[in-house]
């Protein structure tokens, strides 16, 4: 799976309420709108900034806070592709995965705001096209990148009407 996309920066310790703040989270259920106001309280015109396919870059600790999904779930629908971060919050990395968004843990210490960056899942490697350089990451296993392919773990069920993945059934 490669995406290919900008980059958009921030720092450590970027919470679940500077991702979509409470406000929207309690006024519509609609996430195409609340994607309006992705990461507004950290970058006003954060949602008039960016493409799809781009993606957020973030120091340690991204997605602390709360374990609601909205976080992970408007960064989707907003049209982002991946999370790169040097680390996430537990239960946001799994409600990311849960989700269908992908996420990798990488070093992102030299990846400037607006690099264009390609990052292939299944190889584990983050190009930075823009300086022509990369960082090898550990590559997501094979089951997570299956749920991310089928977009997320419930249309993953829907898919098949329960668990089923090829990367982890017995060989015959």
């Known amino acids: 799976m490669l995406l290919r996309g900008r980059a958009h920066k921030f720092g450590n310790d970027v919470n679940t309420d500077y991702i979509i703040a409470s406000k929207y989270k309690s006024a519509t259920l609609d996430m195409q709108e609340m994607a309006k106001h992705l990461m507004e309280d950290a970058d006003p015109d954060f949602a008039k900034k960016i493409a799809p396919g781009d993606f957020i870059v973030a120091g340690s600790n991204f997605g602390c806070g709360s374990s609601r999904e909205t976080a992970p779930r408007v960064i989707k629908a907003a049209g982002l592709s991946a999370v790169l971060a040097r680390g996430f919050a ?15 843990e990488c070093d992102t210490t030299n990846i400037d705001e607006g690099d264009q960056l390609e990052v292939d899942l299944s190889t584990g490697v983050v190009r930075n096209v823009t300086k022509g350089t990369e960082v090898r990451v550990a ?22 009407g329960t668990f089923h993945l090829r990367s982890i059934q017995p060989k015959r």
């Open 90 to 104: 537990r239960i946001f990395f799994r409600n990311a995965i849960n989700l269908g968004l992908p996420v990798v």
């Open 139 to 160: 590559p997501l296993p094979p089951v997570m990148l299956e749920l991310l392919n089928d977009g997320g773990l419930a249309e993953h069920f829907k898919k098949y």
